[in-house]
């Protein structure tokens, strides 16, 4: 009962501060950016100066702070005092309402200057599965359909078909990882006690190499071994690291023994990925492999009607069969013009009219779309300035060493899809606010030095030819 009351001051006070905030806010940035990005949040309580705050999804999150970092932190500050905290929790997307109640069932993840506040969890750990991806929101297309078919097959039935491994594979922007996430996601909704673990390869990579170095790699298997549902995601970064192989084997062996469910995504069928262990590609094909390929017209279609709407913006279908018939290759593509759409419009207080759907367009399609890892941005970055690449991964404050390093991640943010998180997880577990200062201060040395502009336009031409 108590309990109950406390919470509902919490909110009330949250409502009331969030309100402030969003008064200043709506003061320095144009109608159209408030409407489209902070207006869809909502307030949810505040604890011990940290206001935590609801967002629709983690893109969300990276777009407000790869533009307004500042104003937000100047408005928590102004109105919460220097202590002041702000933290934001990721709505669920089923959950259409914004209640408290629903706080268990979200992801909490912070601002650049805050501290995370971890939600309450059933379990030991997180499984680092975006709420975003479910089956729901997987548009069914012939590219597709037995990919998702036996994903869903797996996600009603983990461990019980004999579809295990499951590995899904296909070109780059396809829906892999959407696929893949969907199944944890359908896996911890019928079942939210067991064990499912999302990851990628080369984040595997990077915590086994930890826990070789604070001699924990038995505490480290034991723990991927005691999952009923292991997913991991671009399993073609294993190729070349023989002993994260070697463990990787012993792994999925010991699930695959006691019919716990393995999930693993690639660029290639296994059969096709050169230099990765014999014996773990015939693992590989124990199970069903299932390619995506591209979409075809009609999918697209499909795909923008649904994207567009879920980002409340409506195109006519003009536009629609415009970009539907000029970006053709990729999913990522498709969604990635509809934001920039949504970018450009709100950044510029401008309707979307077609003069900016071809202007985007071509600015899209044109972009590369090539894998890059951040393993292969951090050796051509280090390589270019003899920089040892160890050195970048550990504390190593020397200028040549930060430079390196901070040139490294801002290439790994726009080469990749990585997360904030993930990338500073690659330069030796770093705070993802370490990454957005890096990235801010490169992009500050592009502006005023014309050289330092150069050497990174060439790097970035370097690592996607090397890439390609
Ligand atoms: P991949 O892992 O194959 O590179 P992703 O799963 O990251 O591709 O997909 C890229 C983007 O396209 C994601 O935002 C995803 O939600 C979206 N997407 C891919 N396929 C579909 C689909 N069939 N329906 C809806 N969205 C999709
Ligand atoms: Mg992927």
Known sequence: ???????????????????????????????????????????????????????????????????????????????????????????????????????????????????????????????????????????????????????????????????????????VGLGKTHLIHAIGNRILEKDPAKRVIYLSSDVFTVEFVEAIQNDRVNEFSGFYKSMDVLIIDDIQFLIGKEKTQDLFFQIFNILHQSAKQIILSSDKAPKDLKGLNERLISRFSWGLSADIQPPDFETRIAILKNKSSSYGISLSNDILEYIAYNITSNIRELEGCLIKLLANSSLNSKEI??????????????NKQVNISIDFITKIVCEYFKVEENKVREKNRRKEVVLARQVAMYLSKHLTKSSLKTIGLHFGGRDHSTVIHAQSSIEQMIKEDTIMEETVLSLKNKIELGAA
């Not at 011990?48 to 969300?60: C, R």
């Open 1 to 171: 009962m108590n309990n109950t009351l406390e919470k509902t001051t919490l909110e009330r006070d949250a409502k009331d501060i969030w309100k402030v905030c969003l008064g200043i806010i709506k003061e320095n940035v144009p109608f159209i950016t408030y409407n489209t990005w902070f207006l869809p949040i909502k307030p949810f309580e505040i604890e011990n100066n940290t206001l935590k705050i609801y967002v629709p999804n983690n893109f969300f999150i990276e777009w407000i702070e790869e533009h307004y970092n500042t104003l937000i932190n100047k408005t928590i500050t102004q109105v919460l005092g220097s202590e002041g905290k702000l933290a934001y929790v990721i709505l669920d997307e089923k959950e259409d309402s914004a209640s408290p109640i629903h706080a268990e069932s979200t992801a909490v993840t912070a601002s650049a200057n805050i501290n995370v506040v971890a939600p309450p969890k059933p379990k030991d750990f997180e499984s680092y599965l975006n709420p975003r991806y479910t089956f729901e929101n997987f548009i069914k297309g012939e590219g597709n359909q037995l990919a998702r078919a036996a994903a869903v097959a797996v996600g009603d039935n983990p461990g019980q078909t004999s579809f295990n491994p499951l590995f899904v594979y296909g070109g």
């Open 353 to 366: 009219d077609f003069d900016l759907v071809k202007r985007t367009v071509k600015e899209v399609s044109t």
